[in-house]
């Protein structure tokens, strides 16, 4: 996960950083620090990601149009 998709997930699914923090168990400084591109550890991403996508964003790799993300379609979406 880069950056940037995790800022458009969070948007999709009209989260805060503190939802995501508190969704992946990860400190809100930590949310903020990955999304600035600054260093985060592994652990914290991989769990930024699965609560991301446990609340319905699926993840688009690189295609030559940029990495982005969707929801999944007739998935329930949760707020925070």
């Known amino acids: 996960m ?3 998709q995790c800022r458009m997930g969070r948007a999709a699914l009209n989260w805060s950083t503190q939802d995501l923090a508190k969704a ?3 400190g809100a400084n ?3 620090r990955f999304e600035a591109g600054q260093d985060a550890r592994v652990s914290s991403v991989d769990k930024m990601r699965q609560a991301l996508e446990a609340a319905g964003v699926e993840f688009i790799p690189e295609n030559g149009g940029g990495a ?3 929801l999944r379609k007739g998935g329930e979406v949760g707020n925070g």
């Open 2 to 4: 880069k950056p940037v």
């Open 24 to 26: 992946a168990d990860v």
């Open 30 to 32: 930590t949310v903020n």
């Open 68 to 70: 982005g993300v969707r």
